[in-house]
């Protein structure tokens, strides 16, 4: 018991009005003070919020790329896709590589999709291209005829299989085109400096990959393709794989916007979307699930 002047009864009554004040205080968590502590209020639907409305695509746009990329069927299901999404129609333009890049530098496609990776480069480098991006890979094979009559199974590199081919002096089908798969063919012939042109035994084709195939069936030649379209027309020719598994044998995709600064009617928002749309989780599926005769002919390989 407490005394201070006044007395006691006095000094009771302090002590209570001091528990009372205290209690009164932690009422707003214990008991039946207790209460829902309400957050900020709400922002009223008439007050302004501040939004980056995204680009406009445009209706329209033009795919310059590859004939691997059309003869395998890929684009059969990854442009209606894309054009779904966006509400695009996209015009697909199936070239070699070097004339897609050509396309680009003259301002007649928005967006290339290619596989000639120094060439890209070049592209990109001297500032007609931008925003170059990983998309998926695959690999060349050299095939030929089921006889294999320039021993090419023996060899276990490209370098050697093709020195071979030249020495024995058999048929060998070129896209001859400036393709990817014509750039690639002629990189390994230089590692040996050899020099197949004007050669009886060297035929340039001047067409697509899966004419070219078809061409080298039918003369009986070897030809280096790329292994997608090889596993699309497996059963359309008669011809065999006679090297693969070489490092040099690579074969990278790759996409690429058009230099908008470069030409002002380009189809820019709508070339950024598909960039996006073909590196994203759900371009990236649809090529990983892409298969023929049981092959799938693509892995992705967009980085982000």
Wanted: with cysteine; aromatic share 10%.
């Amino acid at each position: 018991m407490f005394y201070v002047k006044g007395g006691k009864f006095k000094t009771i009554l302090t002590v209570l009005f001091v528990v009372a004040m205290v209690l009164g205080c932690l009422g707003v968590a214990y008991g039946r003070y207790l209460v829902k502590v309400e957050g900020p209020a709400p922002v009223q639907a008439s007050t302004p919020v501040n939004k980056q409305e995204l680009p406009k695509v445009e209706s329209t746009m033009v795919l310059a790329t590859t004939t691997s990329t059309q003869d395998t069927g890929l684009l059969d299901v990854l442009i209606p896709a894309f054009d779904k999404k966006y509400d695009v129609k996209t015009k697909v333009v199936a070239v070699g590589t070097g004339e897609a890049i050509e396309m680009g530098k003259q301002g007649n496609a928005d967006v290339i999709l290619v596989h000639a990776r120094k060439s890209e480069d070049e592209f990109v480098a001297s500032g007609y291209g931008v925003n170059r991006q990983d998309v998926m890979y695959n690999y060349f094979f050299l095939v030929g005829p089921k006889n294999d009559p320039a021993k090419v199974e023996d060899t276990k590199d490209a370098e050697s299989a093709m020195k071979k081919i030249a020495y024995a002096k058999t048929k060998f089908v070129s896209r001859g085109d400036q393709s990817g798969t014509h750039k690639k063919e002629f990189a390994i012939w230089d590692k040996y400096n050899l020099k197949p042109q004007g050669n009886k035994w060297y035929i340039e084709s001047g067409q697509g990959m899966g004419a070219t195939l078809i061409m080298a069936s039918e003369m009986g030649a070897y030809t280096l393709v790329d292994s997608g379209t090889w596993y699309k027309f497996v059963d359309k020719v008669d011809l065999k794989v006679v090297l693969q598994d070489d490092s040099n044998l690579f074969n990278p995709y790759g996409v690429i916007a058009v230099n908008p600064e470069k030409y002002s009617n380009l189809s820019k928002n709508a070339a950024a979307a598909f960039i996006d749309f073909i590196t994203s989780d759900e371009g990236q599926k649809i090529i990983g699930d892409y298969k023929a005769n049981g092959k799938q002919l693509f892995i992705p390989d967009a980085k982000k």
